[in-house]
Nanobody, 120 residues
Framework: QVRLVESGGGLVQPGGSLRVSCAAS????????MAWYRQAPGKERELVAS???????NYSDSVKGRFTISRDNSKNILYLQIDSLKPEDTAVYLC??????????????WGQGTQVTVSS
């Protein structure tokens, strides 16, 4: 099972930028489909961006054009570049890993999250 540790969160002014990272260890990172979720206080967890093991990316409509997900399989790191930050982007950002074996059994892992706060 892959272990995930996020970092890079912080306090940013509206319009600013931030890059959060997710370091993976354990089973080979490259075989996992990866994603970033976020959860704001009192709200449900929301999928914001995903990247398959083949590099295909997808974004939620709320972040499209402002967020960029990427991965470095040589370093076992997942990134989320966040630009043009808005107060409504304030949330805990969590890293997620998912894979299926040859029998269709799914394996997933979550990181502990990193707090991003957008405020002036």
């Amino acid at each position: 099972q892959v272990r995930l540790v996020e970092s890079g969160g912080g306090l940013v002014q509206p319009g600013g930028s931030l890059r959060v990272s997710c370091a993976a260890s354990g089973v080979a990172f490259s075989i996992y489909d990866m994603a970033w979720y976020r959860q704001a206080p009192g709200k449900e967890r929301e999928l914001v961006a995903s990247i398959t093991r083949g590099g295909t990316t997808n974004y939620s409509d709320s972040v499209k054009g402002r967020f960029t997900i990427s991965r470095d399989n040589s370093k076992n790191i997942l990134y989320l570049q966040i630009d043009s930050l808005k107060p409504e982007d304030t949330a805990v950002y969590l890293c997620h890993a998912l894979r299926s074996d040859r029998y269709g059994v799914q394996y997933q892992s979550w990181g502990q999250g990193t707090q991003v706060t957008v405020s002036s």
